[in-house]
């Protein structure tokens, strides 16, 4: 077996980076000492934004964006939707979850349902506030956007894979007075969330603080494990930097083989 | 004005979708409602006779009875609408996931983390030109510093703090930037709209 020329230190890098999660994932499973993970600013204000609303008497918005299963900021989404789905069961808010895709949809749906079992309020699990739209950007954003100007939700999470239609969300909910949480990694999509929304998690903030809120130890484990890949990347870029000043590329070609 | 029926339902619903930046009102929930209608009734057709209608006659016509394993795994999706087996649907979930996590791992890892970072390797001083230098200093202090503002296992205080700062701020500058292109990439399509109502449909202009 050959590795594909171009691809071999992204092999040896990945399978190190592996091993290393898999130790970091097994040691906080068993419960033995690993990195202290500091709390994400934006995350104090998920519980302020679901308590505006218990007191509002109107219900929060979910979006967990409109990316596929494929896409690592959906997945991300579906454990603050869980967090954000228990806190609202526990105050019996409403919250209405809007999917872009019939596959997400039994997934957020099965998500919300668990929230309201595991506080104990089954009955209180409304299925018809789980909502598929489209599957068509702008026709989801179309039905999202009439659903937050009928619906008229205190809080608006946004969070997940965004595109086009962030800024539409996010006016939308500014212009109906919610308070506003977004995330997302989509770099083009930052700056509209953090000019129009309330707070914003900014693109890896996003990973962490569903790490952070679930305390599941694979998702832990995967945060501290990504942490010390970053620090490895800014010692490489330093490096890198360093000698290509004096002119040497070693390095650079190194990590192209 | 136009006579041809079909620029002047565009020009309605348009309207009727631009209509909901004054008030929630009918003409914007008949648009909306058509649209997301419209869509999902093309979404129907296209699974039908892209995926279906295809897999029934890979598997009745051509005899390649392989093919029914993904429709079996497909199918398990519906057991959640049975009481007593709504645990099944969870391993079609679990298969999707898995798959979408395995493929963006071995797709993303070079090109958007390895090759990014390789980019960066550049010269932090460039004999005869200012400006490269200037260029490459704020760029590998720009890329270092908006990576250590993304470390959650770090307490951003003292000198962590301010490369965090620093980091914030670089940040800033960037989504200022990213956000000045979009608004006026967005102010190109509601002139594109605008030139469709006034030329198209009034022929106002040309």
Redesign the interface.
Same mark, same amino acid.
Request: charged share 15%; with cysteine.
């Given at each position: 077996m050959k590795i594909v020329s171009?691809?071999v230190?992204?092999f040896w890098?990945?399978l190190v980076f592996l091993v290393t999660l898999l130790v970091v994932i097994a040691r906080a499973r068993k419960g033995l000492k690993i990195?202290?993970?500091?709390k994400?600013a934006g995350l104090d204000h998920l519980d302020e934004a679901i308590g505006r609303a218990t007191e509002m008497g109107r219900p929060v918005h979910f979006s967990p964006g409109i990316g596929?299963? =494929?896409?690592?900021q959906t997945?991300a989404a579906f454990a603050i939707l869980s967090y954000a789905a228990k806190a609202c069961a526990r105050y019996d808010t409403p919250i209405i979850v809007t999917n872009r895709y019939s596959?997400i949809y039994?997934?957020t749906e099965?998500i919300v349902r668990q929230a309201y079992l595991e506080v104990g309020k089954p009955e209180s699990f409304v299925p018809d506030n789980v909502r598929f739209?489209?599957? =068509?950007q702008?026709?989801y954003a179309?039905?999202v956007?009439?659903i937050m100007?009928?619906e008229r939700p205190a809080a608006n999470l946004l969070i997940g894979a965004f595109w086009a239609e962030s800024?539409i969300f996010a006016e939308v909910g500014n212009s109906v007075g919610s308070i506003q949480i977004s995330g997302t990694a989509n770099?083009?999509q930052?700056?509209?969330f953090?000019?129009a929304c309330d707070y914003c998690l900014?693109?890896?903030?996003l990973f962490?603080a569903s790490a952070y809120l679930s305390k599941d130890p694979v998702l832990m484990g995967n945060?501290?494990a990504e =942490?010390w890949g970053?620090?490895v990347?800014?010692a490489?870029?330093?490096i890198?930097?360093?000698?290509?000043?004096f002119?040497n590329?070693s390095?650079?070609k190194l990590?192209?083989k | 004005m136009s006579t041809n029926p079909w620029v002047w339902i565009q020009a309605f619903l348009t309207l009727a979708l631009f209509s909901i930046i004054f008030v929630d009102n009918g003409f914007y929930k008949f648009a909306e409602h058509a649209y997301v209608g419209l869509y999902a009734g093309y979404t129907v057709v296209v699974t039908w006779f892209s995926y279906i209608r295809p897999s029934s006659q890979w598997i009745f016509r051509d005899h390649k009875y392989h093919y029914i394993i993904p429709i079996i795994i497909g199918l398990l999706i519906y057991t959640r609408y049975i009481k007593g087996w709504a645990w099944v649907s969870r391993y079609n979930m679990a298969f999707m996931v898995g798959v979408g996590a395995g493929f963006v791992l071995a797709r993303d890892f070079k090109s958007l983390l390895l090759d990014q970072v390789r980019a960066t390797f550049k010269p932090l001083f460039v004999s005869g030109s200012l400006l490269t230098t200037i260029n490459n200093i704020v760029l590998v202090v720009g890329v270092v510093s908006v990576m250590w503002y993304f470390l959650f296992t770090v307490e951003k205080k003292g000198t962590a703090g301010t490369i965090s700062s620093i980091g914030r701020v670089v940040m800033m500058v960037a989504f200022g930037s990213a956000f000045g292109n979009t608004v006026m990439a967005r102010v190109s399509l509601f002139l594109g709209r605008l030139q469709f109502l006034l030329g198209d449909w009034l022929k106002l202009i040309q």
């Amino acid at each position: 077996m050959k590795i594909v020329s171009g691809y071999v230190a992204a092999f040896w890098l990945e399978l190190v980076f592996l091993v290393t999660l898999l130790v970091v994932i097994a040691r906080a499973r068993k419960g033995l000492k690993i990195p202290e993970v500091y709390k994400v600013a934006g995350l104090d204000h998920l519980d302020e934004a679901i308590g505006r609303a218990t007191e509002m008497g109107r219900p929060v918005h979910f979006s967990p964006g409109i990316g596929y299963l =494929d896409n690592a900021q959906t997945l991300a989404a579906f454990a603050i939707l869980s967090y954000a789905a228990k806190a609202c069961a526990r105050y019996d808010t409403p919250i209405i979850v809007t999917n872009r895709y019939s596959v997400i949809y039994p997934i957020t749906e099965g998500i919300v349902r668990q929230a309201y079992l595991e506080v104990g309020k089954p009955e209180s699990f409304v299925p018809d506030n789980v909502r598929f739209i489209a599957e =068509d950007q702008f026709a989801y954003a179309s039905g999202v956007t009439g659903i937050m100007n009928r619906e008229r939700p205190a809080a608006n999470l946004l969070i997940g894979a965004f595109w086009a239609e962030s800024l539409i969300f996010a006016e939308v909910g500014n212009s109906v007075g919610s308070i506003q949480i977004s995330g997302t990694a989509n770099t083009a999509q930052i700056p509209f969330f953090v000019a129009a929304c309330d707070y914003c998690l900014i693109g890896e903030e996003l990973f962490a603080a569903s790490a952070y809120l679930s305390k599941d130890p694979v998702l832990m484990g995967n945060l501290i494990a990504e =942490d010390w890949g970053k620090m490895v990347m800014i010692a490489f870029i330093l490096i890198g930097a360093i000698l290509q000043t004096f002119g040497n590329s070693s390095f650079t070609k190194l990590l192209a083989k | 004005m136009s006579t041809n029926p079909w620029v002047w339902i565009q020009a309605f619903l348009t309207l009727a979708l631009f209509s909901i930046i004054f008030v929630d009102n009918g003409f914007y929930k008949f648009a909306e409602h058509a649209y997301v209608g419209l869509y999902a009734g093309y979404t129907v057709v296209v699974t039908w006779f892209s995926y279906i209608r295809p897999s029934s006659q890979w598997i009745f016509r051509d005899h390649k009875y392989h093919y029914i394993i993904p429709i079996i795994i497909g199918l398990l999706i519906y057991t959640r609408y049975i009481k007593g087996w709504a645990w099944v649907s969870r391993y079609n979930m679990a298969f999707m996931v898995g798959v979408g996590a395995g493929f963006v791992l071995a797709r993303d890892f070079k090109s958007l983390l390895l090759d990014q970072v390789r980019a960066t390797f550049k010269p932090l001083f460039v004999s005869g030109s200012l400006l490269t230098t200037i260029n490459n200093i704020v760029l590998v202090v720009g890329v270092v510093s908006v990576m250590w503002y993304f470390l959650f296992t770090v307490e951003k205080k003292g000198t962590a703090g301010t490369i965090s700062s620093i980091g914030r701020v670089v940040m800033m500058v960037a989504f200022g930037s990213a956000f000045g292109n979009t608004v006026m990439a967005r102010v190109s399509l509601f002139l594109g709209r605008l030139q469709f109502l006034l030329g198209d449909w009034l022929k106002l202009i040309q």
